[in-house]
């Protein structure tokens, strides 16, 4: 008899969200680390963050004080995401790029020969947004200032919350709505999770020609992997909980993950174990009937809606299945 094919027989390269599918805050997630060791003996892999905080070496570093033994290569960030973006728009190396958000903004643009500033510069051509716990007022008025003179506006990316041990914290989705609203417009760009740049700068780090994203949040990871033509894999340890999987009955497909695990045990399981199809194959038990009652209405097979009674029972019957496993 054949062994059923495994995560890891399946893809040749794997991008991993890191809050909230790795870690949340300081915390691992369950099971996530020794998932990952075992990805790692095998097939190349990568974290792809939104989080702009930080550098990828604080990133890496961060991983193997957690116990996954991770380098700089492992870690491709939204800020990296828009150096690629500035050099893609023609905009000098050497230009100057006014910066609002963590130091790993700076770390990014340095590595691509551009020039971070962090204080009022009229030369700034290019304005970049991302996540940093000590943005202020001053940064965005600045900012602002600069946009309103003819720089360029990139937001690394549109995250409104980040996943905490505490809760969820604003994310730099919410400070560029901030800006949204003062200005009247959009930023220029956003290149970071959910468009597809980020994705493919991964992919070609892992030179993987099938690679699966692993995320917990459908508007980013999700959607970015469906846009950059990818497999993906929704994983309930982060923002979508099991109580929220009835919302997906009605998303557009671009929301739609391939599959659907409890957390990254699974990825040494059965690929069709965990896909959202219309199947016995896709497993049994609460998570089973909720990837089945998904696919049917997906398909147009069965007509649900979120407050479908065989769905939100199924929901149900997850949760308290992950609150005493």
């Not at 009022?120 to 943005?135: C, F, I, K, Y």
């Not at 009247?184 to 993987?208: H, I, N, S, Y």
């Not at 980013?220 to 033509?229: E, M």
Request: proline content about 6%; overall charge negative.
């Amino acid at each position: 008899m054949t062994a059923p094919t495994t995560f890891v027989d399946a893809f040749d390269g794997f991008i991993v969200d890191a809050d909230g599918v790795l870690y949340r805050g300081a915390a691992p997630v369950p099971y996530a680390f020794d998932a990952m060791t075992e990805v790692a003996q095998s097939r190349p892999w990568c974290v792809v963050t939104n989080n702009a905080a930080n550098a990828p070496g604080v990133v890496a570093e961060k991983l193997r004080g957690l116990g996954l033994a991770a380098d700089d290569d492992n870690i491709v960030t939204s800020p990296q995401g828009a150096a690629v973006f500035l050099a893609q728009q023609g905009i000098a190396a050497s230009a100057r790029v006014y910066v609002v958000g963590g130091a790993g903004i700076d770390h990014a643009l340095l590595e691509a020969g551009f020039v971070p500033v962090r204080e009022p510069d009229p030369s700034a051509v290019a304005v970049v947004q991302g996540l940093g716990m000590e943005v202020c007022w001053s940064d965005l008025a600045n900012a602002g200032y600069a946009i309103q003179s003819g720089a360029l506006w990139v937001a690394t990316n549109p995250d409104t919350s980040l996943p905490t041990e505490q809760g969820l914290a604003p994310g730099n989705g919410a400070l560029v709505a901030a800006l949204s609203a003062t200005l009247g417009r959009q930023p220029d760009a956003v290149t970071g999770k959910p468009e597809p740049l980020l994705f493919e700068v991964a992919a070609q780090r892992l030179a993987a020609g099938t690679p699966l994203v692993i995320g917990d949040r459908v508007d980013t990871d999700i959607r970015g992997a469906n846009r950059a033509g990818m497999e993906s894999l929704l994983v309930l340890t982060g923002v979508v909980q099991a109580r929220d999987l009835a919302t997906l009955v009605s998303v557009d497909p671009e929301f739609r993950p391939t599959y659907l695990v409890a957390d990254l045990r699974a990825l040494a399981d059965s690929v069709d174990g965990a896909r959202i199809a219309d199947t016995e194959a896709s497993g049994g038990g609460a998570l089973g009937e909720v990837r089945r009652l998904l696919a049917r209405s997906w398909a147009g097979i069965e007509q649900l809606s979120e407050s479908d009674p065989a769905l939100v029972d199924a929901c149900r019957a997850l949760a308290e299945d992950l609150r005493h496993p």
